[in-house]
């Protein structure tokens, strides 16, 4: 019966359809899925294959096949005894199947493919080489800025300590009658000053050659030494055998 005529009611086919209510609209889009694949299968049957297409079948139909009697290589393995299915070698320990072919149809030369290999490769490297300098050198740059915000940190606190000992030097210098400071900078400086003759300016010019750290290395000397004071405990000794046998140490390390 063609696909144009009309289907007969009163067949076993027509009978056997499943006619249930809200059913129609599934059975039309199955038969239209079913109506679309079979001209897919036609035009796939209709299609002229290309020559590639062609070699490959030919190819494939004759590997699959197993070789007869008239080869010569196989006429000639059965005259000395061996039979099909049977493992080469004297005692069977050979293979049974022949060596796979591995057939080449592109056009590129031999070892290309390891040649795109082994570039593929070298960029994948190339690539994780830069991924780890890039996190080496995020991660430098990260320590580095750490050690410069400690360093700050230190200078801010090493400041502080120094006004304070500034300020606590002037405060027993002038409990001692002391008018003048051993060094300019022993004691706080003035906010305003309307004249400064040369003589402090060169003091200005000397203390300015040193460092903040140096600075309170000799002023905390100075007021142990001529005091008995230890700015990291605030107290004033009795003498020094009472500052050495009562204070921890001359530093801010050795009263943590």
Same mark, same amino acid.
């Given at each position: 019966m063609g696909e144009d005529e009309e289907e007969d009611y009163m067949s076993d086919l027509f009978i056997k359809q499943d006619v249930r209510p809200g059913l129609p609209m599934v059975r039309r889009v199955k038969e239209a899925l079913q109506k679309e694949e079979k001209q897919k299968e036609a035009n796939e049957r209709n %299609?002229? =294959?290309?020559?590639? +297409? *062609?070699? #490959?079948?030919?190819? @494939? !139909?004759?590997?699959?096949?197993?070789?007869?009697?008239?080869?010569?290589?196989?006429?000639?393995?059965?005259?000395?005894?061996?039979?099909?299915?049977?493992?080469?070698?004297?005692s069977g320990e050979g293979i049974v199947e022949p060596i796979p072919l591995n057939i080449k149809t592109g056009r590129s030369g031999l070892g290309h493919e390891e040649f795109k290999k082994r570039k593929a490769e070298e960029k994948l490297e190339n690539y994780r080489q830069k991924l780890h300098m890039k996190k080496q050198a995020n991660e430098q740059a990260a320590d580095?800025?750490?050690? %410069?915000? =400690?360093?700050?940190? +230190? *200078?801010? #606190?090493?400041?502080? @300590? !120094?006004?304070?000992?500034q300020r606590a030097c002037q405060q027993l210098d002038m409990q001692k009658d002391i008018d003048v400071p051993k060094e300019t900078w022993y004691w706080l400086e003035p906010e305003e000053e309307d004249k400064k003759d040369e003589e402090d300016k060169d003091d200005e010019c000397t203390s300015s050659d040193l460092s903040v750290s140096e600075k309170l290395q000799l002023l905390t000397a100075y007021l142990r030494e001529e005091h008995f004071y230890c700015i990291w405990c605030g107290t004033t000794y009795e003498d020094s055998e009472d500052l050495s046998s009562n204070c921890p140490g001359d530093s801010a390390a050795d009263h943590d």
């Open positions: %299609r002229q =294959k290309s020559v590639k +297409e *062609e070699e #490959k079948e030919r190819r @494939d !139909l004759v590997l699959k096949s197993a070789l007869g009697n008239e080869n010569k290589g196989f006429a000639l393995l059965q005259k000395m005894g061996y039979k099909s299915g049977q493992a080469l070698g004297k580095q800025f750490r050690v %410069r915000f =400690k360093n700050k940190q +230190e *200078e801010r #606190k090493m400041e502080g @300590d !120094l006004r304070k000992s």
